[in-house]
């Protein structure tokens, strides 16, 4: 019992001196004046809190951007736009066994198994975006296929219903009354979607497609093609057919890759072709004979010469970036530019069955388990433009970090010199400095700011431009730090400890510099921190207001001025509320700190 009580009293003895710490008063005057600094600085508990929170949101952010992945500013996937933070897009629902169909759309999945009966899992992509309630929508009816768009889903009944959930501003996920009456006569057998349309397949080979199809034209199926479709593979601008011939046809955009590029071999019946499948601007087919055909662009593949592999292809499926290949040895390979580890298909599994759509991938294994692959989410959700909004605060972080860090210095440097010069010396130049730094002060640093970034030439570099930030903000900055130091300066020039310096023969410079500046390095320390503080916010609201860091480039500031309007301060907390949580975060441990 003794021995508990012991222990117990040895750790509220140690919190107690690290919240109240000890004073010992009669060794104050033997300390010197760097030590009574220290000294006063950690048993300031506040400021040693703001330290560590500092020295962490530093480490944190350049530690990450040094060592993690590059970074490109530039690139972006406008379909994952304004997507909720959450890690769960490929949290598959476990009472899903043996599916006989996955499709996913930019956030979620949907499952069908052998009874007609459709799960759901991952993100519903939007607040008017309720995906999920698919599940109710099929709940006592048998559901024969499904399909998923970017945020809308369709489920094909078996009595040739179609229903949906989700986005449907262009009336894509709704069975409408003028749908109904094209298909009077006809049997659905297979659905598609894909953005903002859908589209459903006869048995007598007619497609109709609705939705957003204006800007496409995929509202109107080519009449020499309308009858003979077989099968088809959507696209965000066209959809491919396979024909009853085993030719392939493309109809929608008329430019674009998918549609141009197209194998004279598929068309003109050469081959017969079996399965098709597209990515975002490319696609490949397959042939009786096992042989893959590739067209249309795709980042760091050549889809004129694709990868050969081991075993008999028996089926293909494509995510928006990659492709996947199913062999019959059971074995699953992936090819594309691996972004969001789309490529990252299992090596170790005995695979039966695969499905891809969007930014994910399903492999079905011969125990029924599901292994999945892609993007798993945003843990801090997505921007506007379909952005990572955690790496952006990363990468926008060291920006505001690194221009506050460095003006900050540049007032320093400017502003310790002329007051320890302007103070120690007095007389006349102490005049000239002093009514130098009152000139300076006088600047109007917004519309000075404002002005230059109007006179930047457009091709000026992000870094050149960075660059001028930082010195606008230290040489407008030292003035106050100069009359600072010079007001400390004039009182401990005075003191018996310079009187003895200078009687010891000792330099001026000498005596400034290692008598008199520690004896001011409080009052400095004091500054930097408060000038810190004040340099990231003012480069905050220069970018906020459109005349910092410019997009693409991330700062904390201008993430702010991306969500200006009150549609995104209502819906897209995490897009303004995390910047700025940072920008106060940073800036009061710095404060804290001094």
Avoid: C
């Avoid at 048993?43 to 490109?72: C, D, H, W």
């Avoid at 072709?273 to 975002?280: D, G, M, N, P, Y």
């Avoid at 000498?510 to 503080?533: C, D, E, Q, R």
Wanted: glycine letters at 10%.
């Amino acid at each position: 019992m003794e021995k508990k009580n012991s222990v117990f009293t040895s750790f509220k003895n140690m919190f107690k001196n690290l919240f109240v710490g000890k004073k010992d008063i009669d060794n104050d005057a033997l300390l010197s004046p760097s030590q009574q600094i220290k000294r006063n600085f950690f048993e300031n508990k506040l400021g040693v809190m703001g330290l560590i929170s500092f020295i962490t949101i530093f480490v944190v952010v350049f530690g990450t951007t040094t060592f993690g992945k590059p970074y490109n500013a530039f690139v972006h996937d406008t379909p994952l736009q304004n997507i909720g933070p959450g890690r769960n897009f490929l949290k598959v629902d476990k009472n899903l066994k043996d599916p006989v169909k996955i499709d996913s759309g930019v956030s979620f999945s949907l499952g069908l198994d052998e009874e007609g009966k459709v799960y759901f899992w991952g993100k519903n992509p939007a607040y008017n975006a309720v995906v999920k309630d698919i599940l109710k929508e099929t709940k006592d009816v048998k559901v024969v296929d499904i399909a998923a768009g970017a945020r809308h889903a369709i489920a094909l009944t078996q009595t040739g219903d179609i229903v949906g959930a989700g986005l449907n501003n262009f009336d894509q996920a709704e069975f409408t009354s003028e749908l109904k009456q094209r298909l009077i006569g006809e049997k659905a057998i297979k659905v598609g979607a894909h953005s903002s349309y859908s589209a459903v397949l006869t048995e007598s080979g007619k497609m109709f497609v609705w939705g957003s199809t204006n800007a496409n034209d995929l509202q109107f199926v080519p009449q020499d093609i309308q009858g003979r479709i077989k099968d088809f593979a959507v696209t965000p601008f066209n959809i491919i057919t396979i024909l009853d011939d085993g030719t392939v046809s493309v109809f929608g955009i008329r430019g674009s890759e998918i549609n141009t590029q197209v194998p004279e071999e598929l068309k003109d019946g050469s081959v017969n072709v079996v399965q098709v499948t597209a990515s975002e601007n490319s696609a490949i087919a397959l042939d009786d004979q096992g042989n893959l055909y590739g067209w249309g662009k795709m980042s760091g593949v050549n889809m004129k010469e694709l990868p050969e592999f081991e075993g008999e292809i028996v089926k293909i499926s494509a995510t928006q970036k990659s492709f996947n290949i199913l062999t019959n040895d059971n074995k699953v390979h992936s090819f594309g530019n691996g972004k969001y580890g789309l490529n990252d298909s299992p090596t170790d599994k005995k695979v039966k069955d695969i499905f891809s759509s969007y930014y994910s991938s399903y492999a079905i294994e011969e125990s029924g388990n599901i292994h999945a692959w892609g993007l798993k989410g945003f843990l801090l959700g997505s921007d506007g433009f379909g952005r990572d909004v955690g790496q952006r605060l990363l990468y926008g972080g060291r920006i505001s970090l690194t221009v506050g860090a460095v003006a900050i210095i540049i007032s320093l440097v400017i502003g310790v010199t002329v007051g320890l010069i302007a103070g120690f010396y007095g007389g006349i130049l102490d005049n000239i400095l002093m009514r130098i730094a009152e000139v300076v002060s006088a600047f109007p640093f917004m519309p000075l700011a404002f002005t230059l970034s109007a006179l930047i030439p457009s091709e000026v570099s992000q870094n050149t431009r960075l660059l001028m930030i930082m010195v606008i903000l230290g040489v407008i900055s030292w003035p106050g730090v100069a009359r600072l130091v010079r007001g400390q300066i004039l009182a401990e020039r005075e003191k018996d400890f310079v009187l003895a310096a200078r009687a010891l023969g000792l330099k001026e410079t000498t005596i400034i510099l290692k008598h008199i500046l520690p004896s001011v390095f409080n009052l400095i320390i004091v500054n930097m921190t408060l000038g810190y503080a004040s340099s990231l916010l003012t480069e905050a609201g220069l970018s906020f207001l459109g005349f910092g860091v410019k997009a693409p480039y991330p700062s904390w500031g201008n993430m702010l001025n991306g969500v200006v309007n009150s549609i995104a301060i209502e819906r897209y907390w995490w897009q303004w509320l995390l910047p700025a949580g940072m920008v106060l975060l940073a800036a009061l441990s710095v404060n804290l700190v001094g």
